[in-house]
């Protein structure tokens, strides 16, 4: 007996039991998942996993007999070779099994019956107490599988699964040829012949497994696989280049006994130190390289740098749900609020539950309600959700709750402004609304005033005037609504104004207006030079006997609209300007309208001087006007 050919029979064949084993399991976990397996397409890889589990298990039954010096029962011995045959054929069938052409299914067919006739070779060969394997059985099918694969290179579907499968096939078919390059005899045999010969199928296992199935496969196999042989290997070399030359001529020597003996210790502790090392490393190298698997650090700060973007919570779990997807290979991510009847109990947790099928759900814990939940459904490559992923799970969890809660926060801090401001701007709305309630009786009492004078002196007068008054109560009620007027309507209510006076004080009162036209159409309160007029008519123009003149005017200075009103009366002094101020109607309305409209943009300011007398200016910023334009040429409109 050979005892490296029956150490590799048993590390083979068992190595194929496991692998055809895990597609089975793989295959009965997704159907039970899928509801069943009502669909054909979902027994084809069933069928192969069966087929790989007879050739093997009877082939480690048949060939370890032989190894131990007995003879295999030759039924079994026929019946694992025709599980081998039938192979290719059910990978033949998975490739086309999506084409409708006659010519797909006709060779489907023959691939079934090419298997079928070598399979009958072989069971009639243990009938006959022939050789097992036939020869014959072997050559048909290698011609037969040739030709199948010239074929099938013609008819596979155009796409992403159509290399794969032609390389399962010719794997599969290889795997029969194979078994010609030896004679089927134990303990003659080469280990490359071995391996080529009876373990070609397990090439055709790990494509199926890695297809369909890839994260499974390197999770529950190739991680344990690359580690032991890593383990073995480092062992291995710490053996032949340090215990062969070092330690063991020493140790047989009798030099050193108890030291040699330490050393070999030493050598085994330092391979079982290195294995936690060695398995962070093959891990590693399988998820990042063989997998593709998702830098967890990376993506975390990803979903953290684009939820910081987002401004509403179902865009930032709509983003979650996009990133999580692709990093844990699933093909359903979806969030949802959760009722209120099943909040009990859950306010701040956030563990990640995993459902039969393999998926996770997690919830976002926000700190207000309504909290969410994610769910991860549906993993590709029969991929399986380690402590990792559920990690991963928790901390983006987390990210999106803490955003929600910002953005939640935030929301709530600006409808709160926004609260705020509408509680001021009634209030300013509201003081505006008594300003002018209180200026315009004081207007019309003056005015009034004014035309019973007139009624006494000049009676024929008092009936033009009281017209006028009409037009200019008219003019000002209309905008007793708090809206702005242009400036050109509040001078026509000057002009008014001070027509009314002139008809009391005919001779004594010269006026002029000197607005240039491009300033007409500016807005401005209402009432913003009338009560100033007013002010110059009873305080500068009715003291003095021979009267005065009173000028209006409006000017861009700068960045400034300047408005003023200047009587040519006696000059008051700075004392008496300040009472003025402080105590007068107009002047202290004037002053808190223009506050409220315009805050620090505009100001009121008096002077007199006794060449130039009494001027009460106004100084609005041209940007809290609309950005009046400077007039080109100033055209002066003059009452006489």
């Not at 401004?311 to 990133?323: G, I, N, P, Y």
């Not at 101020?581 to 309305?589: D, F, L, T």
């Amino acid at each position: 007996m050979n005892s490296s050919a029956a150490l590799i029979h048993l590390l083979g064949f068992s190595s194929g039991i496991v692998l055809y084993a895990m597609l089975g399991v793989m295959t009965l976990r997704a159907g039970r998942n899928a509801g069943g397996f009502g669909n054909r397409a979902d027994r084809i890889p069933l069928a192969t996993s069966l087929l790989g589990l007879l050739w093997n298990v009877g082939a480690l039954v048949v060939y370890g007999t032989r190894d131990l010096g007995g003879a295999p029962n030759a039924w079994l011995e026929a019946a694992a070779f025709a599980a081998l045959g039938f192979l290719p054929a059910v990978v033949v069938h998975a490739s086309l099994q999506s084409e409708e052409p006659r010519s797909a299914r006709s060779l489907v067919v023959a691939a079934y019956v090419l298997s079928a006739a070598g399979a009958l070779v072989q069971l009639h060969a243990a009938w006959a107490h022939q050789e097992i394997p036939a020869s014959f059985a072997l050559s048909m099918l290698t011609a037969g599988y040739i030709v199948v694969i010239a074929l099938l290179a013609l008819l596979a579907p155009r796409g992403p699964r159509a290399g794969w499968t032609l390389s399962a096939v010719a794997l599969a078919a290889f795997a029969v040829m194979a078994l010609h390059l030896q004679r089927h005899t134990t303990g003659s045999e080469s280990v490359p012949i071995e391996l080529v010969g009876h373990h070609a199928s397990l090439p055709l296992a790990l494509v199926i497994l890695y297809q369909d199935y890839r994260f499974a496969l390197a999770d529950i196999f190739l991680k344990r696989v690359l580690t032991l042989l890593a383990v073995v290997l480092l062992a291995g070399l710490l053996y032949a280049f340090v215990a062969v030359p070092v330690v063991l001529p020493n140790l047989a020597a009798g030099n050193g006994a108890s030291w040699a003996v330490s050393a070999l210790i030493a050598l085994w502790v330092v391979t079982a130190l290195a294995y936690p090392a060695l398995e962070r490393t093959i891990n590693r190298f399988v998820d990042r390289i063989v997998l593709r698997r998702a830098d967890y650090e990376k993506v975390r700060a990803d979903v953290a740098a684009a939820i910081a973007k987002l401004s509403s919570a179902s865009l930032v779990l709509d983003t979650l749900c996009e990133r999580i997807a692709p990093a844990m290979s699933a093909r359903e991510v979806a969030w949802a609020q959760i009722p209120e009847a099943m909040r009990t109990g859950a306010d701040g947790a956030c563990a990640v539950t995993t459902t039969r099928a393999g998926g996770a759900s997690v919830m976002v814990p926000t700190t207000e309600a309504p909290p969410y939940r994610l769910s991860v459904n549906d993993l590709a490559g029969g991929r399986r959700l380690f402590s990792g992923d559920l990690a991963l799970l928790e901390t983006l969890a987390l990210l999106a709750a803490r955003r929600i809660d910002a953005l939640r926060v935030s929301d709530e801090r600006h409808r709160r402004d926004l609260r705020e401001r509408e509680i001021v701007q009634l209030a300013a709305e509201a003081e505006l609304s008594s300003l002018r309630a209180q200026l315009n009786p004081h207007f019309l009492f003056n005015t009034l005033t004014t035309i019973g004078q007139l009624i006494q002196e000049a009676p024929p007068r008092a009936l033009d005037t009281l017209y006028k008054l009409t037009g200019l109560l008219r003019a000002v009620l209309k905008r007793s609504d708090g809206g702005f007027v242009t400036l050109g309507e509040e001078i026509e209510i000057v002009r008014t104004y001070l027509a009314i006076e002139g008809a009391r004080f005919e001779e004594r009162l010269d006026v002029s207006i000197d607005v240039p036209g491009a300033l007409l159409d500016l807005p401005v309160p209402p009432l913003v030079l009338q009560p100033l007029a007013e002010n110059a008519v009873k305080h500068g123009i009715a003291p003095m006997r021979d009267g005065g003149r009173v000028r209006v005017a409006a000017e861009v200075e700068g960045d400034t609209l300047l408005l003023s009103v200047t009587d040519s009366g006696a000059m008051v002094p700075a004392a008496e300007l300040a009472r003025r101020r402080g105590g007068g109607i107009g002047i202290s309305n004037l002053e808190k309208r223009l506050e409220r409209y315009y805050g620090d943009s505009a100001s009121l300011t008096m002077h007199s001087s006794a060449e130039l007398g009494t001027r009460v200016s106004v100084r609005i910023a041209l940007s809290a006007v609309g950005g009046a334009r400077r007039p080109r040429h100033a055209q002066a409109e003059r009452i006489a």
